[in-house]
Each structure stands twice: as C-alpha cells, then as structure tokens.
C-alpha cells in the first residue's frame, strides 16, 4: 500500500522548489571562481610537493610529505578565506601569491643544497614577511609568514652541525614576526633599513640562545652562526627596498613612499591642473587638507586621502570654463546651454578624469578616489533647472516631471571610508563656499546637512562607515573649514583717505566672497 500512497499537489511544488534551491547551492559552490582556485591550489599542493621530495626520489619519502603539505596548505586557504577572501576571487593575485612563495621555497632549497647552511630559510621568512606586510596587512602577513617558516623548515635537511629544524622555525619566526610589527607603512627610504636592522637583531639573540641550547657549545660556532642568519636579515631589507616598484607593480599597490612622490606639487599631471584649471587646483589642495584631517581622526590613512583629494578633479582640465571654480569672474557658460547638455559636462569629468588617470599611469588606489568622489549623487541645480523648464513650456498644463536617475552621477558609491571622506569633504566645502557669511555655527549646520543627506542617500553603505565614524568626520571637517575661514583684522588706513561708499562695501565683499 505504500507504493500506492497518495501526495498533495502541494508536497510536489515543496519538494521541487527544495530541490531546485539544493542545486543552486551546488552549482553556486561549483562556480568557475571556486574551480580556478581549486586548480591553483592543487598547483600549489605538486609545486611545493616536488620541491620538498628533492633529492629524495622513493615513493614511500614522497608521500607523507605530500600529505603534510595537503595540510598545511589546507590551513593556509582556510586562512585566506578568512582574512583575505578576495584572494580567492582576484586569481591574478593568488598566482603571484603562490608564486612568490614558491620561488622564495625555490631558493632556499637551492641554497641549502649548494652551501650547506640554513641562514636562506630565514632570508626567505624575512623576505616573505615585508613583502605580506607591504601588499596586505600585518595580521594577514604574520599568518602567512608563520605558514611559510613551516614549509622552510620542511625543505632544510636536517644538518648535524647546524640549528635544529625547530630552532630554525623559531629563528625564522622571530625575524618574521618583528618586521610585520614594525613594518605598518613606509613613509620613508630608510624605513626598510630601519626595521630589517631591528629584525637583524632579534634573530642574532634569538638564534644564539637557542644554539646555547643545544649540544655544541663552541662560542665561535654559536657566534657565526648567529651572525650569518642576522647578516641575510639585513640584506634582505636592502635588496626589497630597491625591489620595492617591482613589487609594487606585482601586487599592483601603491605604498605612502609611491603616495608622496604622487603627492608632489611637480607631477606632470598636477602641474597641468593648476595651469589649466587654477580654481580647481586650490579647491583640490584645501580638500586634501580637509579629508587628511578627518581621516587621521577615525584612525584611517590620512596620507591616502589627501593624495586622492589632489587628483579626483583632474577630469576637470579638459573643460575646466564650465565650473565655477575656473570662471574667475566671467559668465557662466551654463546660461546658454540647456540643463541636459550642462549635465552631460558636469558629469563627464569623472570619465574624463579616470582617461587622464590611466593615460598618466596613475595607481588603481588613487584612480578610485577620481571614480567615486560623487558616487550617485543628484546633480541638484541642473535638475531643478530641468523642473522649471519643463514647467514653463507646458503653457499650464501638468508639466511630467524629469527623471532623477537622469541627473545623477553613474558611480560607483565609495567602496572606501577614504574616499566616502573625500566625497563628504568635496561636498561641504562647496556648500560652505556659497555661504554669504561664514561663522562656526553656519558650517557646522552645513556640514550636519550635507552628511545626513549622503547618509540618507545612501552613498556610504559599500565603505562600512558607522555613525559615530560620521560623527567624528564631521567634528573634524567643521574644525577644519572654521580654522581656514577665519576671520581677518582689516588693515588701517591713513588718516586723510575718504570714508568707503556702500556701492564700495558691497564690491569688496562679493570680490572676497
């Protein structure tokens, strides 16, 4: 009788939509990204297999180091998963990721086997470390250097007269973990020297006392041992500062090295900017000034923010007579256009700009600021100029309204709190400018303002910033505007010049406005 039970029409379309959502997991886990890295980390998982059963050749040697390197690498994509997951998705960055690791692997085996000294494993942990602290963060980079002094360790021979594979992990470790603390940005040429000495340091005493550990107690042993593995710490800090535009360029990341010499007022494109575009350039600067400010104030990169403040209106150069920063005093040339054409120059600045930014090779994190300075936002005043025109030829009749989505940027919304900051700080100033009389209350009324319309807007939900991270921005753009518009003691005057007219008054104060 069971064969013969009856179903509900109802339990059918449940089973089949129970079904169909089971596939679209399967297929959604089975995607082609989720493949690819699967190919690359089996890739990986024979790479580092083959350079660790060299020399040894017999299958029974060959597999248990495969099975350790299984696990080992499992625990480092889990990591990646965690940490980085973007990782998994950019497959460009997961190849040089893995082929980074395996020449550093590479070269130490190769070292190990024409020297006989293991001094090339911690070159490479220390190596390994800086290079993860430059292109991520310091937590992703002491993970990853950790995973990296066990594969070391697996590809050193055990060496009678030399540290132990343990001692080694723990030499390596200490020269890894001490440059990924230290090494937080580069801001300086001697930064690198200064931490891989640091680094060099640690590693001589850490590697001395464990050799005291051990059987051999020959001070001129433990004292030239320590000394080569606290040597190649050293140099390794040299040889990756001169490497650094290299790795750079493989990471595709720009340090605040690269970010100061963008900074630099005599960069061909910034040179071009105050030529053609002079307002735009002064409203740019007071901008970098006004976000670096609100950055440092929510602990974020201050030194990225006004950076990218100097070039998101670069897009201005081609048509700079068409903003009203670069009239200085002329008509508007708005006037004898119509609100849609007036549109289509307002927003093209920005595809303008991101042309100019990948003509002149500027760094992906710079272009973005130029990208998502406006995110979507409505183009107000054009827009309520199209209300009115259209308003005006309906002769009386009910005149439809225009669409707002036409009068809005393209975007995309800041995917940065960076840039969110500079898209806020472009905003505010802009507002405060127009001001007739500007007081401390005024911008800090402003500046509330234009914050929650963004908010409202939804121009910040892609960057992550919280309420109170809005706050403290607005705090710190308020301070700053207030201490750029401050007031002046008028200069005195001789005593036999005539009193100034009204029409006199009301010239100098539009001409100071």
Not at 235 to 253: D, N, S, W, Y
Not at 356 to 367: C, D, F, N, T, W
Not at 387 to 400: D, I, L, P, R
Request: net charge positive; aromatic share 8%.
């Amino acid at each position: 009788m069971v064969f013969w039970k009856k179903t509900s029409p109802r339990r059918n379309q449940v089973r089949k939509n129970i079904s169909a959502e089971r596939f679209s997991r399967i297929s959604r886990l089975a995607n082609t990204d989720s493949l690819i890295s699967i190919l690359i980390w089996l890739l990986f998982v024979v790479l580092c297999t083959l350079i660790l059963s060299i020399p040894q050749a017999g299958i029974l040697q060959v597999i248990p180091i495969a099975v350790i390197v299984v696990l080992i690498t499992l625990a480092g994509a889990l990591y990646i998963q965690h940490f980085q997951k973007r990782i998994t998705k950019n497959h460009a960055r997961a190849l040089v990721l893995i082929g980074l690791f395996i020449l550093l692997l590479v070269t130490t085996k190769l070292g190990v086997l024409s020297t006989g000294l293991t001094f090339w494993a911690t070159a490479t942990a220390v190596t390994t470390a800086i290079i993860m602290t430059i292109a991520y963060d310091q937590r992703f980079a002491i993970g990853m250097s950790i995973f990296y002094c066990l594969f070391a360790c697996l590809v050193v021979e055990p060496i009678e007269s030399q540290l132990t594979n343990f001692y080694l992990f723990l030499t390596m470790a200490a020269g890894a973990t001490t440059c990924c603390f230290c090494l937080k940005e580069i801001r300086t040429r001697i930064k690198l020297l200064q931490v891989s000495t640091l680094a060099a340091v640690i590693v001589f005493i850490t590697a001395a006392a464990l050799n005291f550990l051990s059987q051999d107690l020959n001070t001129a042993n433990i004292v030239r041992d320590s000394a080569l593995h606290a040597g190649i710490t050293l140099v390794v800090g040299v040889l990756i500062q001169g490497l650094l535009p290299l790795i750079e360029k493989a990471f595709r990341i720009a340090t605040s090295m690269t970010l100061l010499d963008y900074s630099d007022a005599n960069q061909r494109l910034l040179k071009r900017l105050h030529m053609e575009a002079p307002g735009t350039f002064s409203h740019s600067l007071l901008i970098g000034s006004i976000a670096e400010a609100a950055a440092e104030a929510i602990g974020r990169n201050g030194l990225l923010c006004r950076v990218g403040a100097y070039y998101h209106d670069i897009g201005k150069i081609n048509k700079a007579g068409y903003f009203i920063e670069n009239e200085l005093g002329s008509a508007s040339r708005h006037k004898e256009l119509a609100p849609t054409m007036s549109h289509l120059i307002i927003v093209g600045h920005v595809k303008d700009g991101i042309e100019m930014a990948k003509e002149y090779g500027l760094p992906s994190v710079i272009r973005q600021f130029i990208e998502t300075h406006h995110g979507t936002t409505l183009i107000e005043h054009f827009y309520n100029e199209a209300k009115k025109q259209k308003t005006k030829n309906s002769k009386g009749k009910t005149a439809e309204a225009p669409s707002e989505s036409e009068f809005r940027y393209p975007g995309p919304k800041p995917r940065i709190k960076e840039a969110a900051i500079v898209m806020l700080a472009d905003t505010v100033e802009s507002a405060v400018r127009s001001l007739p009389e500007v007081t401390p209350t005024k911008i800090d009324a402003v500046v509330h303002n234009m914050a929650m319309k963004r908010l409202q807007d939804g121009q910040f939900d892609e960057c992550d910033m919280s309420l109170r991270e809005l706050s403290q921005i607005e705090a710190s753009i308020s301070k700053t505007l207030a201490a750029h518009y401050h007031g002046r003691i008028a200069y005195p005057k001789p005593p036999d010049e005539p009193p100034e007219t009204d029409s006199q008054t009301e010239q100098r104060e539009k001409k100071n406005n």
